[in-house]
């Protein structure tokens, strides 16, 4: 056995004096399946055909299974160490896709996913697309119900200036903006581009073209209530995936 194989332990056990366990169906096609593949390995001294007219073994069967380890680039600032956000160190396994089937190309504008638990530590919303040649800016906002959790609102052209705007709003009220970014103005007219966001307990951390942008902290503090996305205006999109991460 290879030594980045896992081992499953399946404990069949019973007393001198117990009557044999007995299988039926398809159940008893899957063992005498599984026994077939270990006794043609050479991992069982008895054809499984002989087995079966005698009592299962009272020990442990050992089952081997692989599971792969994917390889991620170098740790950044900030990083929260979860496979599929970049930067990350191996961890043994892929992240878990939520829901199962995500959106594939084309996705219309606007565009509307609903959350029917709400959004989660641990959740990553991937989003790739591109900018319109003539764009003057495009949303992302997380909502719940009428309020906006958080909106992203890249503008291309502000006083001349492109700029990145965050913000959340309550019933009419919007809170402060925040403008400051990590790394310069990501986006492009006429461009793709890559996004991802990732919420933890604390905040939305947002890398762009896998380069850390922005984090935003959480003002509505009860994330898994905010049920809702939708994007807005000048943008075309590819796909928008959303992966729960290990």
């Known amino acids: 056995m290879r030594r980045n194989e896992e081992e499953t332990?399946?404990?069949?056990?019973r007393s001198s004096s117990a009557a044999p366990p007995s299988f039926s169906g398809s159940l008893q096609v899957q063992v005498h399946h599984e026994l077939s593949i270990l006794w043609s390995a050479g991992h069982l001294p008895t054809e499984p055909s002989a087995m079966a007219q005698s009592t299962l073994p009272t020990t442990l069967l050992v089952l081997p299974t692989h599971s792969a380890q994917l390889?991620?680039?170098p740790a950044?600032?900030?990083?929260p160490g979860q496979p599929g956000w970049p930067g990350q160190g191996p961890t043994g396994g892929a992240p878990q896709q939520w829901p199962p089937a995500p959106a594939v190309a084309p996705v219309v504008v606007p565009f509307?996913?609903?959350?029917p638990r709400g959004i989660y530590d641990k959740l990553m919303l991937t989003i790739r697309g591109q900018i319109k040649p003539d764009a003057k800016m495009f949303t992302i906002n997380f909502l719940r119900g009428n309020d906006i959790a958080l909106h992203i609102n890249p503008r291309f052209s502000e006083g001349g200036k492109p700029v990145l705007?965050?913000?959340h709003k309550l019933g009419e009220r919007w809170g402060k903006e925040e403008r400051d970014l990590l790394?310069?103005?990501p986006f492009m007219p006429g461009h793709h581009f890559e996004m991802k966001i990732l919420c933890t307990f604390t905040e939305f951390k947002v890398v762009i073209n896998n380069t850390p942008a922005f984090d935003f902290q959480h003002r509505i503090k009860e994330v898994n209530q905010i049920d809702r996305i939708n994007i807005l205006h000048d943008v075309t999109l590819t796909s928008v995936n959303v992966d729960t991460l290990p």
């Open 165 to 167: 705007v965050r913000n």
């Open 9 to 13: 332990h399946i404990n069949v056990s």
């Open 71 to 73: 390889a991620f680039p």
């Open 112 to 115: 509307n996913m609903n959350f």
């Open 183 to 185: 790394s310069p103005f």
């Open 76 to 79: 950044w600032h900030g990083n």
